[in-house]
């Protein structure tokens, strides 16, 4: 089936930062709204980025002004730059699509710790 496979993800210091890889088959990332997605242990999923076809970016309060989402069309991939992380960032991150969203990968474990 279908799925992105997400990296990059390790221990680090809080203020440190991070970039994450999402990488996907053109099936399912050309035309499609996308989104990192998060979750801590104990917690539900959610949405920290996401960025529209033609650019557009949202973020969650909580890492606004931090986190950078970017897209490469061409190589059918998406980023996730993290800086100034904190303890509060230790998730397993994930990315799909926005809308219809496909099954979920593996993830890719982020932990922010001293």
């Known amino acids: 089936q279908e799925q992105f496979v997400e990296s990059g993800g390790r221990l680090v210091q809080p203020g440190e930062s991070l970039v994450l890889s999402c990488a996907a088959s053109?099936?399912?990332?050309?035309?499609?709204?996308m989104g990192w997605y998060r979750q801590a242990p104990g917690k539900a999923r959610e949405l920290v980025a996401r960025m529209s076809t033609a650019g557009s970016t949202n973020y969650a309060d909580s890492v606004k002004g931090r986190f950078t989402i970017s897209r490469d069309n061409a190589k059918n991939m998406v980023f996730l730059q993290m800086n100034s992380l904190e303890p509060e960032d230790t998730a397993v991150y994930y990315c799909?699509?926005?809308?219809?969203?496909?099954?979920w990968g593996q993830g890719t474990q982020v932990t922010v710790s001293s």
């Open positions: 053109g099936n399912i990332f050309r035309g499609n709204a």
């Open positions: 799909n699509k926005i809308f219809s969203p496909v099954a």
